[in-house]
Structure formats: structure tokens, C-alpha cells
């Protein structure tokens, strides 16, 4: 099941998002031991903020994973800080995952939606490249030191798809 974490989960989102840096340290731009250093103050204020209509942090239950679905300002849509514990990999929860933030975006108004993705990601390159998601040749470092490059994607709607009143 997913559902969108409640401000009051902010230990959840912390649990997950540890999780996630000491699984997959090269999926992600922040490290484990920065984002471990935060204060439980920094995790209650990053749950409220996916409080707000544009903003999604979804839960793949019983505490599996986790995806951030945000719309920007300008309309925009952008998947973030995806990922699934090794255990329930391989059963198309990555794939629910990410459908469920590309609906939510989309009944947001979002005609454009944009991540990042490790160019050794292979597996979740294969996955967004699935679901329309096109390299824009834009790269930069993963984070200052590392030899790995984060690639740019970009996943454009149909033309006429976009909700006349949003829905997030």
C-alpha cells in the first residue's frame, strides 16, 4: 500500500530516508552521516512541509519506501529521493511508486516533470526511461569529490493532459 506521509510521521521519514542514504550511498546526493546528524526538530519541519497541496512524500507501507513528488512555482514537476528496500525489490513497487507521483503531479497541473538519477543507477534509469522519461544531456557531480555524475531527466505530458483545476 502507499499513502502519502502525515506530518506527524516525521520518524518515518527519518527511518526511511537513513535507510535509503546507508543503502544505496551513491543513489543520492546527501550522506548518510550529514542527513544522520539532523535534529529531530529538521525531521518534524521536513514532514509538515510535505504537508502542503503541491507537495508528497510517499510511503510504500509498511515503512518500504519512499519517493518525494513536489510542483514548483513555475508548474513544474519533480521526483526525488526514490527508493525501495532491497527485500521489496523486484515486485513493481518501484514502479507503483513512481505512477502514484507522476498521478499526483499530473493532477497538480504539472505538463513537465523533471529528476536526477546517478549515471550507475541502472535500474531505475531503465524504470524512468519506461515511463517516458528522456535523458536532457544536462549532468553535474553527485555531490563535491565524487567522480559520479546525477543525469537530468525529463518526462513531458501529452499536450491537453494538464487538469484544468489541480487536485493536490
Request: proline fraction near 5%; hydrophobic fraction near 40%; glycine fraction near 10%.
Amino acid at each position: 500500500m502507499i499513502s502519502r506521509l502525515l506530518a506527524h510521521e516525521w520518524e518515518v521519514l527519518k527511518t526511511l530516508r537513513l535507510a535509503s542514504l546507508k543503502d544505496e550511498p551513491d543513489a543520492f546526493s546527501p550522506t548518510w552521516l550529514d542527513t544522520a546528524a539532523l535534529g529531530d526538530d529538521r525531521w518534524r519541519a521536513g514532514a509538515e512541509r510535505f504537508g502542503v497541496p503541491a507537495v508528497a512524500m510517499f510511503i510504500l507501507r509498511p515503512d518500504r519506501g519512499l519517493m518525494s513528488a513536489t510542483c514548483d512555482i513555475d508548474g513544474v514537476g519533480h521526483i526525488g529521493a526514490m527508493w525501495v528496500q532491497p527485500s521489496a525489490r523486484g515486485s513493481g513497487h518501484g514502479s507503483a511508486l513512481l505512477d502514484t507521483g507522476l498521478d499526483f503531479l499530473a493532477n497538480c497541473g504539472c505538463e513537465m516533470i523533471e529528476l536526477s538519477v546517478t549515471e550507475t543507477n541502472v535500474h531505475a534509469l531503465r524504470l524512468y526511461e519506461s515511463r517516458g522519461f528522456e535523458l536532457t544531456g544536462v549532468d553535474e557531480p553527485l555531490r563535491d569529490g565524487s567522480p559520479l555524475r546525477n543525469l537530468f531527466m525529463r518526462w513531458q505530458t501529452a499536450s491537453g493532459s494538464q487538469q484544468s483545476t489541480p487536485q493536490c
